[in-house]
């Protein structure tokens, strides 16, 4: 199984700054398709990394152990921890603001 890296604090975890461009490029696009499911291991499919001319970068992603390539799914798997960005976090965060938003609905004046 694939290692968690977290580029924050860590580039020299890449050999390249393409590398890490690309990297924080496809978590960007997995966080918007992703919605409100948050994954414990992301997946970008090979045609959008063919769509950003990426293959090259996205294979020494693989080769440097940083991704994984998930043939069966024609796609690049790979894992992604920091505080803000972890699943329960992010799941924690969004339930104090449904709580903080209920809170001032109920204690608006005029409001029944």
């Known amino acids: 199984m694939f290692e968690r890296h977290s580029p924050i604090g860590e580039s020299d975890t890449f050999a390249t700054c393409s590398e890490y461009g690309l990297y924080l490029k ?10 409100r499911y948050l994954p414990s291991s992301w997946f970008i499919p090979d045609s959008v990394i063919a769509g950003w001319n990426e293959r090259r970068t996205a294979n020494r992603l ?6 994984e390539h998930d043939d069966y799914e024609h796609g690049y ?7 803000r960005n ?3 976090h992010l799941r924690d965060s969004r339930k104090k ?3 903080r938003k209920s809170r001032q609905r109920s204690d608006t004046p005029g409001v029944p």
């Open 97 to 99: 603001e449904r709580e």
């Open 26 to 35: 496809a978590l960007d696009w997995c966080m918007r398709e992703a919605g």
């Open 86 to 88: 972890a699943p329960e």
């Open 62 to 67: 693989v080769a440097n152990g940083i991704w």
């Open 77 to 83: 798997r790979f894992g992604y921890v920091y505080r």
